[in-house]
């Protein structure tokens, strides 16, 4: 699973301007080309824990993963792990009874990704000038907009629309949803909370990754600039962003 190309890869994360405390939390291996974000829920710092928790474990897994391991299956494997983990801390703890996490996950080898994810965290594609969503949220109105029965617009307006169907560590397995992706020089990845899409539209993200990449801006800038973005336009949650380029 080593890597053979070259990866520029870069994270931004803040608590937004309404939550008092950070519940995000992400994870980059450069070297194994492991990308982790998470978003944790729970009350107290229980959130906090179990967004920790799944990263750590996901990224060490990758990382000590056998050199000929199988990408999907070493990522499968990560993540059954974390939820694992995280389910047997809250079991154990009733301080942590009922926290769990998001998850959105990448693993690129060579000019290959998977990608797995469970909840509404999401990963997308810029090529090209064109924003490519790659997960489905796993949440209820997006089901909902699946199954035509509510549109995209009343899915946003929803008072139901944080609510998700699944994450790490709420039952003692956890259904990934996992994908697979071939990869062009140039091309750009961005694995990002709901802090983020619900602050800015398809749209505005491809405005603002079309101009960063006609002024040639590194990875981290454009990772900043998105998290500030999202803030400005009213940061009502944690966001967090990794953002990937494939070398040219």
Known sequence: ???????????????????SANED????????????????MGGAAAGEIASQLTVNTVVDRICSAKPNAQPRKALEDAVAAANKLVYSRAQKD???????????AAVISGHHAVIAHVGDSRCYLFRR???LRQTNDHSLVDEQVRLGQLTADQADRSPLRNVITRAIGTQRTVATETGELDLEAGDMLLLCTDGLTRELSDDRLVELLSTMEAEHAPAQAISELLVAEANAAGGRDNVTCIVTRIGE
């Open 1 to 19: 699973m080593q890597m053979s190309i070259k990866l520029e890869a870069a994270a931004s994360t803040h608590k937004g301007n309404v939550r």
């Open 129 to 131: 000038g064109q924003l």
């Open 94 to 104: 009733f301080s942590l009874h009922g926290m769990g996490t998001t998850l959105v």
């Open 25 to 40: 939390a992400y994870g980059c291996c450069l070297e194994f080309g492991a990308f982790v974000v998470c978003d944790g």
